[in-house]
C-alpha cells in the first residue's frame, strides 16, 4: 500500500542490475574487458569481438545453461560486474557520439569535450567530478539537482521525446553537440542534468534510464546469455551503451553492419537451447517454440530479431510503421524476448512518462501519511482533461525548459499554479486573499476526498488479496502493493472512470514485467490510446461495440459454431466479456496472457483481442459443437477454452521456459502451454480494419435503432400510461353516469307511478266533476221553482198578512176612536169630576160656613 | 443437495432461469458456490461479466433444473444486466446485512426487475451474510477481509435489522431470507423456496429458449396474483426457521 520511495526503488534496480550484469558476464571471465575499453575505435572492437564470440560460443553455451553454474559465477562476480553496470548506466545519457562513423580526430574532440563524460568508463565516478562537469559544461540552474518539486517536471520534458518520437534527430544533435560547442551541450539541459544526474545517483539511475538505455542494456545481456559471447563482446556493448546510448539510430547501425552476423548466427545455432535465462523477470518461453518450428532462422527473420526490436525500441512506432507487417507479426509471433518485453511494451504504447510517474506517486500516497510532502503536486486529472492531461502537462514542462530558468518563468507558475497549488504563488494574480481562499478550499475538499479516498482502497482492496488467480504469484512476488497503487491512483487519476473491476487484471501483467511507476503510465497509455477507457465508462460502450463485432465476427469465421452456440443461448456476452475487460487475464494462464499483451501493445486493442478470441474459438470449434449442454459449454468457454493449447508433450527446453511459473506461481501454472501457436494462430486470422470498421457501424446503427425502439418503447409505454389512466377516468365517468342512470330511471319508475295513481285520481274526480256539473245544472231549476213556490208562498202569506194587517189597520182605528171617545168621556168626566169638586167645595165651603 | 435425494423414478422436471443481481461483493457468487458446490471461497475474485452455473432442485412433485446466472455487482457493469434477467423466472436479490447501502441497491434492483422483466418472475430478497450478526454464528474472526472490525467479535455487525428487511420484502410481495454463505445457513432454503413459488404453468422443459418468451402473456397477470400468494406463503412458513 505505501508507495516505495524512490529510494526502495532504486536499490531494487540496483539488484536487478547486478543480476543482469551477473547474467550476462556468466560463464565468462570479465576482466579482459576492460582494457579494450581504452580503444577509441569502438567499432573496430565490436567487431572483433563478434568474432571471437562466434569462434567460441559454441563450447560455452551448455556451460551458460546450467544454471547452478551461473549463479556460482554471478556471486563471485557480482561487485565488479554491479561497478561497471552503474558506470555504463551513469554513461548512457551523455550525448555522446557514436564512433563508427566518426573519424577519430572529431571522436578525440568528442573526448575532449566531453572530458566529464569518458572518464566513468574507465572508473566509478567519484563524486567530485560530475560536479565540476556541471559547472563547466552547463550551468542549470542549481535548483534543478535538488528534489525541487519540480524535478520530475523539468527532467520530463524532452526525455521521452527525444527517447522516443525522435531518436534520429537526437542522435545528430548529439553528434553537432560533440564537434561544435560547450554551449551546444549547456543549451540542452537535460542532456547534461541526465548525465549530472546520473553521474550523482550513479547507484539508483532508476528514473533516469531511458527505456532505450535499458533495452541496450537488456539486449547485450540476453545476447551475451543466449550466445555466449566472449566476454570480449560485452565491452563492447558496455561501451556502446556509454557511448551510444543516446546515439541508438548509429549504434542500430553498427549492430545491424557488424554485429549481427555473429548475433544471429549464434542465435541461429543455440537457439534450440531454449532457457535463455531465468531472469528476476519472470521468464516466459519466449520465441523458444517458433524458433524450432521456423527452424534455423532465416536471415531476414532470425527467431529472436533483436534488431527489429532495437530499432522498435529506438524509433518508437514509427519503426513498427516502417517494419512489414509481416516481419513485426512474426516477431510477435515469437514472443517479446522476456527481458525486454517491459520496455518493449512501453515503446510500442509509448508510455514512458516521467512526469506521469509523478503523478502516480503523488496519487498513491494520497491519503496516507506520507501525502504531505508530496502535496504540491495532486492529480492533474482533477483539472486538466483526463485524455488531454498529459499533453498539457508535457507543454508545460518543455515549456520550463526551453526557458532555461525553471521555476520562475511565467509560462511555467501560470500553467502550474491550475494544477499545481503548491507552486510559487506570485504569479497566481489572485493575490493573498486568493490564495486564503483556495487554502481553504484545498483543505475542504481534502477532507472530503480522504473519505472518497478511504471507501476507494477499501473498494480495491477487496478485490485484491487471494481473490485473483495469479495472486500466489503477485503475491510472492511482491506485488500486491503495486497492484493496490495502479488501481488506486487510475481511479484517482481518472475520476469518470474510477476503479472498476477488471483493472486489477489488467495490471497485473504489467506488474510481472516493469515497475509500478510505468505500468501505471502504460496502464493510463493503454486506457487512452488504445481505447480501454471505453471499455470501463459508464454503460460500457466499447464492451457492448466489441463484443457486437465478436459475434458477428465469429458468425463470418464459423457460421456453424455461431449458430450453434446461439441455439444454445450461449451469447458472447456470457463469455467474451471477460476477455475484453481483462485482456484474457481472468482466467487465462499468464504464460498466455503475456503474449496476448505483446500483440495488444503491437497491433491495438480491438484486433488484438478480436483475433485472440476468434482464434480460441477456431481452435475449439470441434470440442465446442460436440457439447449441447448450456452449462458445460459456458464452463468450457470460460474456463478450458485455453487448454487447446497446452503443451501435452512438452519438449525439456520448453519445460525450462515455463519453469519459473512452475515454481514461482505456487502451481498456479501447472501446464506448459504452447503460446506461439497461439499467437501464430490469431496472427493468422486476418480481419481486416474495414469489416471492423463496418461491424462497429453496424453496431452504432444497432445501438441507434435499440435506443430508437426503447425510446419509442418508452414513449408507447408513457402513452400507454397516459391512455390508461384515461380509460379508468372515463370508466369511473361511465361509472357514474350509469350510476346517474340508474337513479334516473328509478326515479322515471317512480314518476311513473305516482303517474299512474295520480291519473286514476284524475278519472275518478273528473267523474266527480261531471257529476257535479249535472248537479249544477239541475240546481238553478230547482232553485227556481222552489223559489218561486216560497215566493208564492211568501206572497200568499203577504197577502194573507196585507189582509191581517188591513184588519188589524181597521181595529186600530176603531180601538183609536175608542180611545177618542174614551179620552172624551175621560175629560167630560174630568170636567164633571172638577165641578163636582167645585161643588164639594162649595158645599164644603158652605158647609164650614155654614 | 439436489443429486443425494431424487433418484427415484423420474419426476417432471424443468429448467429455470434464475438471475443474482445486488450490489459488488454483498456475497452473490458465495452463494451460488455454496449452492451449486457446498463449498465457501474467504476471498472470491471478483466477478468480470456473469457467471453461469446449473444445480438440480429436488422437490416432492417435480425436478427443477435451475440455471443460475450470477452477475458482476459493480455499478459499472449494469447495462450487462438486462441481458441476464431477461426471460428470466426467478430472480435472487443480495444485499449484505451488514452494509444498510447495499440494501437501498438491492430496492433498486426490485424495482427495476418489476419494471422490465418478465412479469411472473419470481424475486427473492436475500440478506447475506448472517454469520457475522448472529453473537452465536461461527467462524466470525476469520473474516476480516471486508473491514468487519475483528474486535467485535461477538458483538453485532449488523446494520440491516431483519424487520426493515422483512417489512420491505413483504410489501413488495417477495420471498425473503437471510442466509449465510459462509456457513450454508438457508441457502438451500432459498432456493427451495423459489422452485416452490414458481407456478407449474411457467415450467418448460429442460430446454426451450424460444418458447420461453412467448409462453409468459396468456396467463400472465393470474400467473403472477398466483406467484405473490404463494410466494407470501412461504415466506410466512419459513419464518420458523429463519428467525
Known sequence: MDPKTPGDNNSDRDETLIFFN???????????????????????????????????????????????????????????????????????????????????????????GLSGILPPVKFPPPPAAPEKTTTTVSPPPPARKTASPFSWFSRQSSEPKKTVTSPPS??????????????????????????????????????????KDRFKFLRMQEEAGMALVDDDHEPNGVQGGALAGL?????????????????????????????????????????????????????????????????????????????????????????????????????????????????????????????????PIPTLSETSAVNGGIKEKESIASSASSIHSDHSTPATSANASVSLPGSPPPQDGSGPEGMAKLAEERKRRAKEEAASIAKLEKTIKRDLGARTSYSKYLMSAGLQDGLFGICKAYALYDDAVGYAQGMNFIAMPLLFNMPEEEA????????????????????????????????????????????????????PQLYATQWFLTLFAYRFPLQLVLRVYDLVLSEGLESAVLKFGIALMLKNEDALMAMGDMAALTTFLKERLFDAYIDKAPSASSLLDSGFFGSAAGGVDKEVYRADVLVRDACAIKISQETLRAYAAEWRELNRVEKEREAELEGLRSSVAALTAKVRHLEEESERHAREHVGLASEVVRTKIANESLSDENEVLRTRVSELEKIVEKQPEEVESRLREEMEGVMQRNIVVHNENRALEEQLGDMERVLVETKMDYAQLNADHETLKQKWNNISAMLNSQ | MADSTGAAAPKPSSSVKLVLLGEAAVGKSSLVMRFVNNDF?????????????????????????????????????????PMYYRNAQAALVVYDITKASSLTKAQHWVAELQRQASPGIVIALVGNKLDLANAGGAGESEDDADGVPDEEGDSDARKVPTKTAKAYADEESLLFFETSAKTGMNVAEVFTAIANAIPETQLKGPRGVGGQTTLGSGGQQQDASRVNLAGAGTAGAKEGCAC
Open chain 2, 41 to 81: 471461497q474467504e476471498n472470491k475474485e471478483p466477478t468480470i461479466g456473469a457467471a453461469f452455473l446449473t444445480q438440480k432442485c429436488n422437490l416432492p412433485t417435480r425436478t427443477i433444473k435451475f440455471e443460475i446466472w450470477d452477475t458482476a455487482g459493480q455499478e459499472r457493469f449494469a447495462s450487462l444486466a
Open chain 1, 247 to 375: 546515439i541508438g539510430r548509429s549504434a542500430s547501425v553498427g549492430f545491424d553492419g557488424h554485429a549481427p552476423p555473429a548475433a544471429r548466427r549464434a542465435s541461429g545455432t543455440y537457439f534450440e537451447k531454449p532457457m535463455r535465462q531465468p531472469s528476476i523477470n519472470h521468464n516466459l518461453a519466449p520465441g523458444t517454440a517458433s524458433g524450432i518450428s521456423a527452424g534455423p532462422a532465416s536471415e531476414s527473420a532470425p527467431p529472436v530479431d533483436w534488431d527489429l526490436w532495437q530499432s522498435v525500441v529506438y524509433e518508437g512506432p514509427a519503426a513498427i510503421a516502417m517494419t512489414s507487417s509481416e516481419e513485426l507479426n512474426r516477431a510477435i509471433a515469437g514472443g517479446i524476448p522476456q527481458a525486454i518485453r517491459g520496455v518493449v511494451w512501453q515503446v510500442l504504447a509509448e508510455s514512458k512518462n516521467e512526469a506521469l510517474e509523478g503523478v502516480y506517486r503523488d496519487l498513491v500516497a494520497r491519503g496516507t501519511d506520507k501525502e504531505r510532502p508530496h502535496m
Open chain 1, 170 to 211: 537526437m542522435a545528430s544533435h548529439g553528434r553537432s553537440n560533440t564537434t561544435a560547442s560547450l554551449a551546444t551541450i549547456g543549451s540542452n539541459q537535460e542532456l547534461a542534468l541526465g548525465k549530472i544526474d546520473d553521474v550523482d545517483e550513479s547507484h539508483g539511475p532508476r528514473q533516469r534510464n531511458s527505456l
Open chain 1, 520 to 571: 501505471f503510465t502504460l496502464f493510463v497509455q493503454l486506457m487512452r490510446k488504445y481505447n480501454l477507457r471505453d471499455l470501463f465508462t459508464r454503460d460500457m460502450p466499447g464492451l457492448h461495440l466489441h463484443l457486437h463485432q465478436f459475434s458477428r465476427l465469429l458468425e463470418d469465421f464459423s457460421p456453424a459454431l455461431a449458430s450453434h452456440l446461439h441455439r444454445r443461448g450461449v451469447s
Open chain 1, 22 to 112: 551477473n547474467r550476462a558476464r556468466s560463464g565468462s571471465p570479465p576482466l579482459p574487458a576492460l582494457p579494450k575499453r581504452d580503444s577509441k575505435d569502438g567499432e573496430a572492437v565490436g567487431d572483433g569481438e563478434e568474432e571471437a564470440a562466434l569462434g567460441k560460443s559454441p563450447l560455452l553455451t551448455s556451460h551458460r545453461i546450467s544454471v547452478g553454474s551461473m549463479d556460482d559465477v554471478n556471486l563471485e562476480e557480482s561487485p565488479n560486474s554491479q561497478k561497471r553496470r552503474s558506470r555504463s548506466l551513469a554513461q548512457v545519457p551523455t550525448p555522446a557520439q557514436p564512433p563508427k562513423p566518426v573519424p577519430k580526430d572529431s571522436f578525440s574532440s568528442l573526448q575532449r
